[in-house]
């Protein structure tokens, strides 16, 4: 299974766009890039995922460079609720999640 | 049900006892997956069922960890002889086979004192 790279932590103001990147060099051809948050004391919440194409659902847009080799989620007006820890991950036959992003939105 | 049930939600045990928790997936969904998630960290891959094949249990930390699957239905993770580095969230997940996204329970936390 491939392994990411997110930064941790990020901050957005409310109502601004949320850009959040993740790096998966090493991401086999036949990988899909997921996307999940984790709310405090929840479990984590599916977003999004792709496998060469961008893709856009109710959530969020997920835009997957050409090579295949990163990615960024964005959430088009962030809101204080998606306040969370972001992951990204790849999936093979299993998710294996990093330490992933917390996003922090302020008011 | 749904949504992933996972029982109990909260259990305190002593040191050396053992523990079962229990995983209800969605109906239908043949693939189940258990993650633990220590205070404060990120989330650390268990065990997963696919269907009847045999689980990859390359995730299990020792022996002590066992989990079992009946057909495409219930889990139960079960800790032997307990210990407090065990104390942690255990989440149970599950999905349709193949590359769709997991839906995650609530979690059980585990506190050994």
């Known amino acids: 299974d491939a392994k990411t790279t997110q930064p941790p932590s990020m901050d957005c103001a409310e109502g601004r766009a949320a850009n959040l990147p993740c790096n998966h060099s090493t991401i086999s051809g036949n990988e899909y890039v997921y996307w999940y948050r984790q709310i405090h004391s929840q479990g984590p919440q599916y977003i999004i995922h792709g496998l060469k194409n961008n893709e856009t659902n109710e959530m969020a847009s997920l835009i997957i460079t050409e090579d295949r080799k990163s990615s960024t989620l964005i959430l088009p007006h962030a809101t204080l609720r998606d306040t969370a820890v972001y992951y990204c991950t790849v999936y093979g036959n299993k998710l294996v999640f990093g330490a992933g992003t917390i996003l922090r939105v302020k008011s | 049900g749904a949504g992933v049930s996972q029982s109990p939600s909260n259990k305190v045990t002593e040191k050396g006892k053992d523990v079962e928790l229990r995983c209800d997936p969605i109906s239908g969904h043949t693939a189940l997956y258990w993650y633990r998630q220590r205070l404060g960290q990120g989330l650390e891959f268990l065990i997963y069922?696919?269907?009847?094949?045999?689980?990859?249990k390359s995730g299990l930390p020792s022996d002590r960890f066992s989990a079992e699957r009946t057909g495409e239905s219930v889990s139960t993770l079960t800790i032997q002889r307990t210990q407090q580095e065990d104390s942690a969230v255990y989440l149970c997940?599950?999905?349709?086979?193949?590359?769709?996204?997991?839906?995650f329970g609530s979690g059980t936390r585990l506190t050994v004192v």
């Open positions: 069922f696919q269907g009847n094949s045999a689980p990859d």
């Open positions: 997940a599950s999905s349709l086979a193949g590359p769709y996204g997991y839906t």
